[in-house]
């Protein structure tokens, strides 16, 4: 009984969130799938999987998964290669697996290793690509650009603007404009952000349908195929053909592994991080098993997948606003995904009613959120070893691909840590050299060869006639290479020029971590202290 009476509480106090989420999730569900250049029922089906199955399986009391806004690029690049979104949709099965095996040799930490401002730069270019994408459709031109992710890959900006031009829809950009007003009033405004039960991107698509249904006979009219289209079930059979099953002759071609590999990191990384965002949102701080949610995500990839869906990940804008509305559980995730499942099976021909201007003014506010000017302001106050990583990704990703960007935002970030740790604590300017009456190097706790360029220029520097301090009484290991370099330096040039070495806290051998092997100290001249 008490835990019939717990289930209830449960249910009551998770409704209402699960209602909110529900409301904000169904049009970016269809914003999202429009963004990634596959079927509209496909992100609909992606946020009743990830409601329903990762809602139940995770231990997450706060985030909510579904179709997200940083892999639309990822699937729309993959759709295009490829050529058909059944032979994609092997890909997200490839995803899904990966993301299980990570659960499993618990990989949950693996976020750690990617900086900050690469992912964040990642995200700023995905959003700068949604940007570009809906334009066509806010203007009510979506021939042509939507197959092409690269904006420099065959692109012809004349020829596009050209279009565009040509083929301007006065009702679409009626709407669009009247949509993000509405989505921007909602947002500036704090006496309707309290309407929990009422978010801004619910009331900018009614008043989207009621402005076309008004439109309707005008020139303002928007087109059918500037609409929704959802397919409308009227019998048994008509239900069965809603799922699209993958081509599994996908499983030879080596693109769709890439791309499934591709996926399940970029979908990974953006979990584990939504994870932790989430957790910092919790009022009870609780802790999510990170492994747990990667098999969690693993497996709803592989059911959404199965079934038509698009690839999933856990969800800040979703999560943030189940935080917000007062969510206590994972009961309020499940909640969202019950209405999502309720909605297509039942009010279908009402969501075909939804201009896509509409829900490109949702998704210009999303992909303005993640490629916000904070965010350049934020990365050029860090100073330029935080910027020149970040906005590397961003023009990479937008220039090439997610794939390659990210591969030249870490080879940037990996640039200045290795120059940070060849610096760090040893370089002494020339200037600073030729006036010390005596000068000290203190070694840090491991010496490796990465910090081999810094002490060689320093003992390079050091004039005839100086004194020297070499002080390793913190030091637990030193490389081979260094300890050579002070040898020669001590046993053969101070000899030669007169420079007074002293050599404190140095041990008679170094033993190597990684490899169990000793270095030697063999250092003959001078005072050894």
Known sequence: MKNKTSFLTDIKQNLPSGLVVFLVALPLCLGIALASGAPPLSGIIAGIVGG?????????HISVSGPAAGLAAIVLAGISDLGSFELFLV?????????????????????????????????AGIGIIIILKQIPHA?????????????FDGFNLTEYVTNLSNAISFGAIVITLVSLAILLTWEKTPALKKIKMLPGALVAVAVGILLNEVFKGSSLEIAKEHLVTLPVPESAEDFKN???????????????????ATI?????????????????????????????????????????????????????????????????SKTSAIIHGIFMLICVLTIPFLLNKIPLATLAAVLLLVGYKLASPSKLKHFWAKGKYQFLPFIATLVAVV?????????????????????????????????????????????????????????????????PNSKVIINARKTSYISDDILEMIEDFANVRAIEENIDVSLEGFKTSYKDYETDQHSHVKITHRRAI
């Open 91 to 123: 890909a997200g099965i490839i995803a899904g697996v990966i993301q299980l095996i990570l659960g499993f040799v618990r990989a949950g930490s693996i976020s750690n290793y990617f900086p900050n401002n690469v992912i964040e730069g990642m995200l």
């Open 264 to 328: 399940a990191i970029v979908a990974s990384i953006e979990t584990l991080l939504c994870i932790e965002a989430s957790d910092r949102m919790d009022v009870h701080k609780r802790i999510t098993d990170t492994n747990l949610e990667l098999k969690a995500q693993g497996i709803g990839n592989l059911i959404s997948s199965f079934i038509g869906g698009l690839p999933m990940t856990s969800v800040v804008v979703r999560s943030s606003a189940n935080a917000n509305a007062g969510a206590t």
């Open 139 to 151: 203007i009510g031109y979506d021939k042509d650009f939507e197959g092409n992710q690269r904006i």
């Open 52 to 60: 329903l199955v990762i809602g139940f399986l995770s231990n997450s």
């Open 399 to 463: 220039a090439l691909d997610l794939l390659k960007g990210v591969a030249i935002g870490i080879a940037f970030s990996i640039f200045y840590l290795l120059q940070g740790n060849m610096k760090r604590a040893y370089y002494f300017s020339r200037e600073e050299l030729e006036e010390a009456e005596e000068i000290k190097i203190d070694l840090a706790e491991e010496v490796s060869f990465l910090n081999k360029a810094a002490i060689k220029k320093t003992l390079k520097n050091i004039e």
């Open 242 to 260: 809603l799922i699209t099953f993958p081509d599994f002759t996908g499983f030879m071609n080596p693109k769709v592994w890439l791309l499934g």
